[in-house]
């Protein structure tokens, strides 16, 4: 099974930018679609950004126009640029792959890096 590990967490200033890459073990280019999520403490997952087979993307409403994730099939990675970090951004980030079984489809996890935007 493919396995997905991201680099590129740390502290940052608000206002500042990091990126976040996702190396896959595998090919990505069969997977329906790959993701960046967080999470912070107490509180559930959610999506950040989005990118299907065909690039098409989508975003969380309080990173668009900050955010953007972009794929590279031939390196077998996934990226997040990060820009204009608020405080609230803080999370642990997970790369994540949605790719087909047998009876649909189903999730495959990194083991997440932590991103802290500092005021």
């Known amino acids: 099974q493919v396995q997905l590990v991201e680099s590129g967490g740390g502290l940052v200033q608000a206002g500042g930018s990091l990126r976040l890459s996702c190396a896959a073990s595998?090919?990505?280019?069969?997977?329906?679609?790959m993701g960046w999520y967080r999470q912070v403490p107490g509180k559930q997952r959610e999506l950040v950004a989005r990118?299907?087979?065909?690039?098409?993307?989508n975003y969380a409403d309080s990173v668009k126009g900050r955010f953007t994730i972009s794929k590279d099939n031939a390196e077998n990675t996934v990226s997040l640029q990060m820009n204009s970090l608020k405080p609230e951004d803080t999370a642990a980030y997970y790369c994540?792959?949605?790719?087909?079984?047998?009876?649909?489809?189903?999730?495959?996890w990194g083991q997440g890096t932590q991103v802290t935007v500092s005021s």
């Open positions: 990118i299907t087979s065909g690039s098409s993307t």
């Open positions: 595998g090919s990505i280019s069969s997977m329906i679609a």
């Open positions: 994540a792959g949605q790719i087909k079984t047998m009876y649909g489809s189903s999730w495959i």
